[in-house]
């Protein structure tokens, strides 16, 4: 009986051996250096994070409750006038100019997100139906534009939109355009801009959801009497509602602080959050407000993240038998 029993200490005792080894191939490490291996790997980037993200952000917020000096210094007093004209009240009474630019670059946000969505889903379904070494060609096409720098493609844009550009020319030589006629500054350069440039935000989620779609329930739905259309809406769709919700997010979120392309496209016909953050740190030297109108699009954008949480969060616990 003796025998037994110290084979099996040998065995525990090597068993408690291997599990204290700090091995790299696979083997069990104690819980502790779980933790310290965890901490050491994420402090540089919890450190650049905490230096040039969280302070710098704290600082904003806590800039946007001080006030503007005479001669445009920070007067470090507390105050909630800032936030008070980003609502509307002026000085002598009530200001549009602020709440109408909030919801003008919710509203270029929100049409830039659905111009994207409308114009993403058949390159999405395209792509998704070419050959297999189609698909790295045509998802890399998507991609080029990210190559070159936002600020170049939109010089380039005035370049096309000009009343000597390749387009303006190709719309008067129809008649559809008086000729010498500039498409910009304006509206429809802006957008016209803002979808092309997020375009590929949008394309890139839709053709991940629409790779996995099972087309099997959309042949069962014509099976059952359901036309092509209903069959899309009943059984495609609510497979690819989440990349059309994470595309939405991408498109949306730095579609509302835009400033270079309203800017150089819109002039001053077209002004957003971002052209009144760079007005208000730039030209004004009223950085206090600056800074709340910063912290205004933050909540916005947060809000819109919340939203998108809670409804795909919803939509998962509905799934849920």
Partial sequence: MAEPTASAGQTAFKRRRR??????????????????????????ALAWVTVFLLVPLLFVIALSFAQRGDDGEVVWRFTWENYSRLAGNGALGFDAVQPLILGRSLGVGLATAT?????????????AGLPRRWKTVAVTLVVIPFWTNLLVRTYAWQILLAPEGWLAQTLATAGWLPPGTALYPGWPAVMLAM?????????????????????????AAEDLGAS?????????????????IAGGILVFLPATGQFVIPDL???????????AVQQQFGASRD????????????VVMLFSLWLHTRVTKGRREVALP
């Fill in 19 to 44: 599990i204290r080894r700090t091995v790299h191939f696979g083997e069990p490490l104690p819980p502790g250096a779980h933790t310290f291996r965890a901490a050491w790997l994420c402090g540089p």
């Fill in 115 to 127: 111009l994207c969505l409308l114009a993403g889903l058949p390159v999405a379904f395209f792509i």
């Fill in 195 to 219: 979808v092309c440039d997020y375009l590929p935000f949008m394309v890139l989620p839709l053709y991940a959801s629409v790779e996995k779609v099972d087309w099997s329930l959309t042949e």
């Fill in 228 to 244: 092509p259309l209903r069959a899309f809406w009943h059984a495609v769709l609510p497979q690819i509602r989440p990349g059309m």
């Fill in 265 to 275: 496209l819109g002039g001053a016909k077209v002004a957003l959050l971002g052209n």
């Fill in 287 to 298: 950085w206090p407000f600056g800074s709340a109108i910063a912290v205004a699009a933050l």
